[in-house]
């Protein structure tokens, strides 16, 4: 966060993530490992049985999915999700926020910019936010959000106050 001044304040942030799931073996992998047939799609679920897809402890899938890339580390890299936004605050009550996230063509291809904007009370703040999406064909794309926060510990404060 950068103060402008008394009341203005400027915030960059950046996001990056990386989803801790192992990648799912393909069905050209499959064909390739046990020399079956295209359309034995049975034989296909048994196999990912059988390598262990399915019978995977989360602490071993987490692990797993920072090497199992079909392509190597540069199909690892792919599957980096990134964000960047910009906030500005007036009196830390009213905010305008813009923002960007990418996700690789091959690993999903979500690309949208954000725009929102927000109110912030004592007690609640009410936020809203429009996807303008960058790629072709985003389920996300134009999705208006609305949300609605609260905050206890300032509930508990006034409610504190009248009961004194």
Not at 24 to 40: F, S, V, W
Not at 113 to 122: I, R, V
Not at 137 to 142: E, F, G, M, R, Y
């Amino acid at each position: 966060m950068v103060p402008i001044n008394e009341f203005n304040t400027f915030t960059i942030a950046a996001d990056a993530n990386k989803l801790l799931v192992p990648t799912r073996p393909t069905m050209e992998q499959y064909i390739k490992e046990t020399g079956a047939n295209q359309d034995d799609y049975s034989g296909y679920t048994s196999w990912l049985m059988d390598e262990g897809y399915y019978n995977i402890s989360p602490i071993s899938g987490i692990f797993k999915s920072f090497h199992d890339a079909p392509n190597g580390g540069k199909e690892e890299l792919q599957e980096i999700q990134w964000s960047v936004g910009m906030e500005y605050a007036y009196n830390n009550q009213f905010f305008l926020r813009a923002g960007y996230h990418y996700e690789h063509p091959n690993k999903g291809n979500r690309k949208y910019y954000t725009l929102g904007a927000g109110f912030k009370m004592s007690v609640f703040s009410i936020d809203a936010g429009y996807v303008i999406s960058a790629a072709q064909s985003n389920p996300l794309d134009q999705t208006l959000r609305f949300s609605i926060a609260f905050d206890m510990d300032g509930i508990q404060d006034i409610l504190g106050k009248r009961r004194r």
